[in-house]
């Protein structure tokens, strides 16, 4: 494909690699010289120094055969514009990170008279073809984890029937044992392995060591039950502290509202406070600094079940996410921007770090990367993923066995859905036209596992 | 630095020369001379050579670093121009190993200077392979490497930067193995074209259509003809040689946007084509008229000489229809020039490059404009960009660095007792690619007298001349080498 990203920043860079890797042609647009140096370096694309939401550039960038275009810009509204341009000009799809949730909804204008029709301004009409907000993705992602048993993001398959699932393997549980003497309670397959030296999908006699993250594969209704080889699990937290009252603050607040779940944020700017304070009902607000211990002490932070620390700042998300496990809180989730932050600040001992704009990144790679494919996950360091397939009726794997599928070397079936049962391999049952197949590959093996769908 | 990895490939470039090797061959192989012989056992050695280095560092993987990919491309055209020597070698067509080197790197820098003397004795096998190798120099082994191997990712764009002659390599689409792949089809085309006019309309033999398009579309200047191209004595061969070797010295970016993306203005707009034309026509009309003054030429072939020999040697190929060493002093000034500014960035010409000399002539003259008026902001602009300061001060060093490489290795040949004449463009005519020079250097005459120090010189010049300096003499700072 021809894919054209406007911005250079974080989610823009992270997803020009994740495409190149997957070998497609890249252009990447953006303003600052420093920005494009830095792609330029780096990654095997073709950069452009320029305004992106100017008409010249994106011709420039040959916009009538792109596939897709990507508008990643800091600005919601240069993101909206440059969308609306490259549709005009010819671009198939176009893809807009919007953070202000109200562009993305339908507007109904006021009528000036009760007879006549009342204008309905749409998404579509301003060009774009999906909005993705990294806010929503953040607070998604946290009240998900929150809402849990485990610390962990979940990846759904099959409308949820199937999911991946990463645990962080605690002392005592089935570990230094290989996968194959293991008693799984419930069938199940072990996806991957992610360890300090890399991901890699594990071979039946592979020993698990303690610290290993193993992305588990199973029917959805089984996944808690599983997870206890590997995991302490713990409670769904039930009253939580949100350091940060900025947009993914606010909106964690008023997500776990709706589950009934007590929250207090802790904003450290008093203007802001006092608007987030009128503006969340029923949701406990403090003005005060979230580095101070004994601040933290007094709101009865200790008291909590979680820690969600969502501020501008890695650094300060990190130590006062660290500051309040010292505190004695069993979870803490910390928010970073820099994708690189995730790995240091999980080895200090923060439970889960997220980062925005690599999620942002990773949803909009999953749309592009796999129009066939009904979702995909990527799992660990984004090397290997998994991608839910529809059998049609012609495709060569149809009517094979699973064990005999013509998989390439290097990728795996991890669970078949039929008539919506879960079977999970091994299984000699034969491939039906309309089994949804979730397959475990590495990035350079998909187009290989793509030509056995089509 | 990951030598082993730089070894293992090296290892599968040298594999692909051998492969190379198959061509002289057949065609030997095929009029029945025995100089096919050579070629057999040259490309077994050679293939063989390859296939254990490659065997030997197993692994291999991973992007190459900026120091990985400099000394990747200085060691190819090294060992290239080392094995490709061989077939001389087993030929006997030099007294020593260091002639056969020395032909075999002027073939590959695309410079054409010869230590050939008697040229019309050879076999044609050993004629086709010295212009081979010149075509294959062109548009660079390394560059055809990556083209055809799409092992590199991002490491490939340090490999092609390193080749490609110019101030910067330019990407003309997403991926740097797609624009190699551009720029060869375009090569490849533009050689066929032209082996077929000179084919059919310059009605001369396959054999001579096939070495004289090896020789101009890489701006070579091997001749399979002691005369050169004057051998021929035909305005039609010389007017299609002309053309092809001005589109040669075009950069090839330029080609690709007339051709594969037909937008022909593109063009006429390029401040450093029209320079580059400028300069071809003045130099042109100034010779002409020199030579009607002070020769008594006629004006016919005073402006057919004076416009072939312009654009052979500021284009960099080197070919010749008469002897111009015997020119008046002027035209053979203006020619030494011509030999230093070289041709279009991108292109497979040689030397300092049009594009530099116009950043430094505007460099030059806002200098002067300072001078009255230090608080003037004065942006150097070519075309509707500004470039920025640190492009200007590139050009500037780059073009510190060839002078200065000139001058001493003008010294050098200096000690071994030469003319000055013949040493200045001797060394003008190698770190240019250009070959032929003036005095005993002549077009008509060839470098087999040059001591062996000298010839060594002329080599480093040469590889330096075609890798743009900065590839070659990287290696030999000491930090380089160090982890810093």
Redesign the interface.
Known sequence: M?IIIAGAGVVGFNIASLLVQENH???VIDRS?KAIENVRR??????ILNNAAIPKTIIEAEIHRADLIIAVTDSDETNMIICLIAKELGARMTIARVRSPEYSSYFISPATDPSAPRKVIRPKTFGVDLFINPVVEASKEIIDILSSFYPSPVDNFANGIVQIREFRTEKGMAIDKPLNKLNFPRPCVIAAILRAEGIFIPAADEIIKEGDRVYLIAAAEFMDQLGELFVQPKRPASSVVILGGGRVGCLVAEGLRERRIPVKIIEKNEDRSQEIAGRLEGTAVVQGDGTDRDFLIEQGVPLADAFVASTESDEVNILSGLLAKSLGISRNLVLVNNPWNIPLAEAVGVDVAASPPLLTARRIARFALHGGAISVAMLGGEQIQAIEFVTGPTAPIAQRSIKEAGLPKGAICGAVVRNNTVIIPPDDSTVQPGDHLIVISPLALIPAVEKLFT | MRIRVVLHYLGLLIIGLGIAMLFPMSWSGYYGEPVSQSFAISAGITACSGLLLWRLTPGGGGRFSRREALLFVTCGWLLASAFSAIPYQLAGVFPGYLDAYFEAMSGYTTTGATVLSSIESQPQGILLWRNFTQWLGGMGIITLFVALFPLFGIGAAHLVEAEIPGPQAEKLTARIQDTVKSLWYLYVGFSIVEFILLWQAGNISAFDAITITFGTMPTGGFAARSLSIGAYNSVIVEGIVITFMIIAGVNFGLHYLCLWKRQPGRLFVNPEFRFYIGLLVGASILIALNLINSTGMSVGSAFRHSVFQVVSVMTTTGFSTVNFNSWPAFAKATLLILMIVGASAGSTGGALKVSRILVLLKYTYRRIALSFNPQAVIPLKVGNNVLSEQVVSGVIGMTVLYFTTMIVSFLIMSSFGLSQITALSSVIATLGNVGPGLGMVGPVLDYAFVPAAGKVTLIVCMLAGRLELLTVFALVAPSFWKWR
């Open positions: 021809y042609q890249v252009v010289e780096q990654l095997d694309v073709a950069t």
